[in-house]
């Protein structure tokens, strides 16, 4: 009896091999092929499903066959980093952009990995723990200038080479447009997270908040007219001020 405990885990490991690849581990002896057949279909489905719910734009794109061999293949070789089902998404992102597991299959679409990260993102964010932030600055606006913003945590700021957001069955461009896209991604106070496009004024504007926390409002749009070679630096801190109002109302920064 003594050895029980690593007879098992053969075991175990065994069929855990053939469950992740029946054509190529044979089932475990002793155990009826129709009871490991629904054991093979509800843990692949199981899988197939969420991964469908979560890149619904990428099986579209690939189509059922491809998208099947696809799922399988990450079913298969990947060996996941965490046992939460919450997380099959990443693990799947993980997967795509790990050379050591997969070689890119010479029919990817040249932005398949932009949009596994565009998909990805909104439940990262849904899941992500990060609280709404206490505005300190009351509500009057008239001092916000002489106070330094911050991003909030749950606005999230994304550059894509890509048009992510467009892509589609109907609309795969061979190369990326000359300007990238830079998105807004939000988790508002109702728990919905939506997506907004941005200027790449108002982008570098959140950039700049995250690089130089400790600067006032001000200082921010002075030094982005600078960066825009703006001749008018009062009007450019003028139209800086309403758009940093907009996104505090939009609670994308705080004060």
Excluded at 12 to 39: K, M, N, V
Excluded at 85 to 96: G, K, S, V
Excluded at 107 to 134: G, I, K, M, N
């Amino acid at each position: 009896m003594s050895d029980a405990p690593s007879r098992l885990r053969a075991q175990q490991f065994e069929l855990t091999r053939h469950l992740r690849d029946p054509a190529a581990s044979p089932a475990p002896s002793g155990i009826e092929d129709r009871r490991l057949a629904i054991y093979r279909e509800l843990l692949f489905n199981n899988i197939a499903s969420l991964l469908s719910g979560n890149f619904p734009a990428i099986e579209r794109i690939l189509g059922e066959q491809r998208w099947e061999r696809l799922v399988r293949d990450f079913y298969r070789d990947h060996r996941c980093h965490t046992p939460l089902f919450a997380e099959i998404a990443r693990e799947f992102q993980r997967y795509l952009q790990d050379l050591d597991e997969r070689e890119p299959d010479g029919l990817d679409p040249p932005f398949l990995l932009e949009l596994a990260h565009y998909e990805w993102v909104e439940l990262a964010l849904q899941l992500s723990e990060a609280q709404a932030p206490r505005d300190a600055a009351g509500h009057d606006a008239a001092d916000l200038l002489e106070r330094a913003p911050r991003l909030s945590p749950l606005a999230w700021p994304l550059a894509y080479a890509w048009p992510v957001h467009r892509l589609g069955p109907d609309y795969q461009p061979a190369q990326p447009p000359p300007a990238p896209t830079l998105l807004l991604l939000r988790r508002e106070a109702d728990g919905e997270v939506r997506f907004s496009e941005l200027s790449p004024l108002a982008f570098r504007l959140l950039q700049r908040l995250e690089e130089s926390p400790q600067l006032d409002a001000r200082a921010q749009l002075r030094a982005l007219a600078a960066e825009a070679g703006s001749d008018d630096e009062a009007g450019f801190v003028e139209m800086g001020a309403a758009l940093l109002r907009q996104m505090r109302a939009n609670g994308v920064v705080y004060f």
